[in-house]
């Protein structure tokens, strides 16, 4: 609890000086994490899509190798 407490406060007196110092480069450094983290959040979005439509084509097959398991188990019955 206390790591908690003490680690917001060292963010805020960070940012304060920070903005109060040096706000040019502050500007520059929170719009280019920004930036960063739009980039990183698009390209974990991309690869999660990705092995969603690999998991969704694994999935129809193996539900089509069943029902043609089904199918030559009834075949086999009629005859």
Do not use: H, N
């Amino acid at each position: 609890m206390w790591a908690l407490i003490g680690g917001i406060v060292a963010i805020v007196v960070g940012y304060l000086l920070a903005a109060a110092r040096y706000w040019q480069a502050t500007k520059y450094v929170i719009a280019g994490g920004v930036v960063l983290l739009l980039i990183l959040g698009g390209l974990v979005a991309v690869a999660s899509g990705i092995s969603d439509i690999k998991d969704r084509i694994a999935e129809k097959k193996e539900t089509g190798k069943e029902e043609k398991k089904e199918e030559k188990k009834e075949e086999t019955k009629q005859i």
